[in-house]
């Protein structure tokens, strides 16, 4: 079974401070995703990655970057936090060509 | 550029029986993929069914099955025998190889009442 997993269930961090979220494939996945899930929005995508190194825009990619140094590991990074940041991020994988994307359980951050 | 459309924020259905859940979406492309997925309480997201457009079949797994319409473009899921444990959230999601990505409607929360 495909297994991704989010470094932290839950996190609560400063107006300001930089955030890192961690995510973890182990079935080999070239395609990453960063999601944010905001009630009566849906998810909506922040960033992908196609490969080690590689990352393309989402819809919302104001506020936030990613970085794929390892093809299991994709990380996105709050550079400062803000109030408006407050939501569910949810990390997933795909294989190359692939249709359906396999989730994590996803990271609840609050910005206090 | 793709939509996706779930217009139910919320239903309700009696234990054992059967609801539907509707979506429909928007795209030029003429193959791509539809998906349901389900996200429980506090836990993973998972994929329930999956819909190839080229496939005139509709898709079933077990108690559920879609009824896929593409000229109508609308793509809606069947929950059959409904249980407490199929009480979630339901999102529809549109994929095509022009940006493979996947778009995703808002989401539908379904209670199961016992």
């Known amino acids: 079974d495909v297994k991704v997993t989010q470094s932290s269930r839950y996190l609560v961090k400063r107006t300001g401070e930089k955030v890192f979220l961690e995510c973890v494939q182990d079935?080999?996945?070239?395609?990453m995703f960063w999601y944010r899930q905001d009630p009566g929005l849906g998810l909506r995508l922040i960033y992908f990655?196609?490969?080690?190194?590689?990352?393309e825009k989402g819809d919302i990619p104001e506020g936030y970057s990613v970085s794929r140094e390892k093809k299991e590991r994709f990380s996105l990074i709050l550079e400062s936090a803000s109030t408006n940041q407050t939501s569910m991020y949810l990390c997933?994988?795909?294989?190359?060509?692939?249709?359906?994307?396999?989730f994590g359980p996803g990271t609840r951050l609050t910005v206090t | 550029a793709q939509t996706v459309t779930q217009s139910q924020p919320e239903m309700s259905v009696q234990e054992a029986e059967t609801v539907t859940l509707s979506c429909t979406y928007d795209?030029?492309?003429?193959?791509?993929?539809l998906f349901w997925y389900k996200q429980p309480p506090s836990r993973q997201m998972i994929l329930v069914i999956r819909?190839?457009?080229?496939?005139?079949q509709n898709a079933t797994e077990n108690r559920f099955s879609v009824n896929f319409q593409k000229a109508a473009k609308s793509f809606s899921l069947k929950i059959s025998d409904s249980q407490l444990g199929d009480t979630a959230m339901y999102f529809c999601?549109?994929?095509?190889?022009?940006?493979?990505?996947?778009?995703f409607g808002k989401g539908i929360t379904l209670s199961v009442r016992p």
């Open positions: 819909q190839e457009a080229y496939k005139q």
């Open positions: 795209t030029s492309e003429n193959n791509y993929y």
């Open positions: 999601a549109f994929y095509t190889g022009a940006n493979s990505k996947l778009t």
């Open positions: 079935m080999d996945h070239e395609n």
């Open positions: 990655s196609y490969d080690v190194k590689m990352k």
């Open positions: 997933a994988s795909s294989p190359p060509r692939g249709h359906e994307q396999y």
